[in-house]
């Protein structure tokens, strides 16, 4: 995992960070040791910076499809049940 995400996760999950001042975070991100830019990012607080320096993607699409409805189903499983007891009625008959 990059350090730069794993600062950022640190971050989140520890409240205590993110009450840092504002010396108490540039000491951070300088001590993270990554390129000038992801550290420009972090100190300048630029998400779209931060993205593009990790080659994050500027777009993400997220689809629902839903399962089929499910009175469709259960009219087909009794038809079938139906089906069975018919034929099952036929042989005892004969």
Known sequence: ???????LES???NAA????????YIAA?????VDD???HALLN???ATLGN?????TKMMMMLVPAEDDDQGEGKDKEKDNDDDQKKEEISIN
């Open 1 to 7: 995992m990059s350090t730069v995400i794993q600062f």
């Open 37 to 39: 830019v992801a550290k």
């Open 45 to 47: 607080r630029d998400p």
């Open 17 to 24: 960070l993110g009450d840092m001042t504002q010396e108490q």
């Open 11 to 13: 971050m989140g999950k």
């Open 29 to 33: 991100v300088k001590a993270l040791g």
């Open 53 to 57: 320096s990790l080659g994050g993607r």
